[in-house]
């Protein structure tokens, strides 16, 4: 038996909440912005008349201006935001318990079981879901229906505002097909532009490709788009309840301005690295590897990884990896707008124990020095706040051996 999923996209979320309070913006352009003295200035939401206009979410702020100059900004309350986004799933929650949230404004609902209690119409209920938000949060929402997770996506974003997409065993090809593959859920640019040097410019023709061309120009994720293209996604919804295997753990900024000497970037960097292996010992995690990503003033992003000899969720560990990484990249006096350390190829404490014993057994007793300090600066901001004490490397003026060339 096929399964009944609808996804459920709020329509301009960030916007259409402020707009409860403003209804006399309802029909000017208007969008939600980061804060541009602090350099976060890029559109976070959009109404629908700023939409009209072609401003898009996460361009600079300048740029949407220059398409709309009379566009209206306004500042994020994302406490509000969460707030709206339990009100709403609990709406979901009525009709079924496995909703899995996709974002703050997204959710997969799996109503297999329980449709039958709702008149068994899956096209009736996404409509009365619509209707429900509207009536009772003021909010409009797109819902696609079909009998996968990916089709459902697919659904909520083939009409909107306010609009219901069926997308069944019947339709699926003539629907799906011809869309843009960039539609297709996880087909990012960088996938594109590689699809498009072979001629793959919509969902058909993935569709058309043999699975094993795809494996060798993707890996995995080859695999994945040629099943979501052929309509053979088998992913579970799951519910909230579950907890979330957690894969990454990072932290970025964006600098009150620019980074351009080495001192500046070993500075952002230690502080990255210090919010971030302090995660990892709170999750009772180690790392595998680190990712770093380095954004210049014009939004470009590069990024390299690198494995580490053992697992580790050490300060200093992190640090050094990350500023060898930024050295591939980046070169002074270049400008850097903004850093992203990631902790990837996470293990859980034990796994990663038995990993050092076994591979890095002349390092422990420095390891387990550094542990002991780094548990005590763990305990010291447990009880005095997280601004109690800061690792050596992220003090202004802290000098030590540079690993950048």
């Not at 001629?199 to 995995?220: D, F, H, P, S």
């Not at 992203?340 to 014993?357: C, G, K, R």
């Not at 901001?381 to 601004?387: E, K, Q, Y």
Request: with cysteine.
């Amino acid at each position: 038996m096929d399964r009944v999923i609808l996804h459920c996209d709020l329509n301009c979320f960030y916007a259409s909440v402020e707009l409860l309070s403003r209804p006399d913006l309802r029909e000017i352009p208007t969008a939600v912005c980061g804060d541009p003295s602090s350099r976060h200035g890029i559109i976070l939401a959009k109404n629908e008349p700023a939409k009209r206009y072609g401003v898009q979410t996460a361009e600079t702020i300048w740029q949407a201006k220059k398409k709309c100059p009379g566009l209206v900004l306004l500042p994020p309350h994302h406490g509000l935001y969460h707030q709206y986004s339990r009100k709403v799933n609990a709406i979901y929650d009525q009709y079924t318990d496995l909703v899995e949230p996709f974002g703050i404004d997204e959710s997969w609902l799996d109503v297999t079981h329980t449709l039958h209690l709702f008149g068994g119409d899956a096209g009736g209920l996404a409509d009365t879901l619509r209707e429900r938000m509207k009536e009772e949060l003021g909010l409009t929402l797109s819902v696609g229906v079909s009998f996968n997770k990916v089709f459902a996506k697919l659904g909520s974003d083939y009409k909107k505002p306010d609009a219901t997409t069926v997308i069944s065993r019947e339709n699926w090809q003539s629907i799906v097909w011809p869309l843009p593959v960039g539609d297709l859920l996880y087909v990012g640019g960088a996938a594109r532009k590689l699809l498009r040097q072979y001629g793959v410019e919509t969902i058909g023709q993935l569709a058309a490709c043999r699975r094993e061309m795809l494996e060798t120009l993707m890996g995995k994720m080859g695999a994945q788009l040629y099943e979501y293209a052929n309509g053979l996604d088998r992913e579970a919804v799951r519910s909230r309840a579950e907890a979330d295997v957690v894969k990454s753990v990072g932290n970025g900024t964006t600098f009150p301005q620019n980074l351009t000497t080495r001192e500046e970037v070993r500075r952002g960097i230690a502080v990255l690295a210090d919010s971030v292996a302090s995660r990892l010992r709170r999750l009772g995690l180690y790392a595998g590897g680190v990712q770093v990503t380095v954004r210049d003033p014009a939004f470009h992003d590069r990024s390299r990884q690198r494995q580490f000899a053992a697992p580790t969720h050490l300060i200093r560990d992190l640090t050094e990896s990350a500023m060898a990484l930024t050295a591939e990249l980046w070169q002074p006096p270049a400008p850097i707008r903004a850093l992203t350390v990631t902790a990837i190829h996470l293990s859980p404490e034990d796994a990663a124990y038995e990993q050092v014993d076994l591979f890095n057994a002349g390092a422990l007793p420095k390891k387990e020095k550094q542990e002991k300090l780094e548990a005590a600066m763990d305990r010291i901001r447990g009880r005095f706040g997280a601004d109690a004490i800061a690792f050596g490397a992220s003090r202004p003026g802290h000098r030590e051996e540079d690993p950048l060339p």
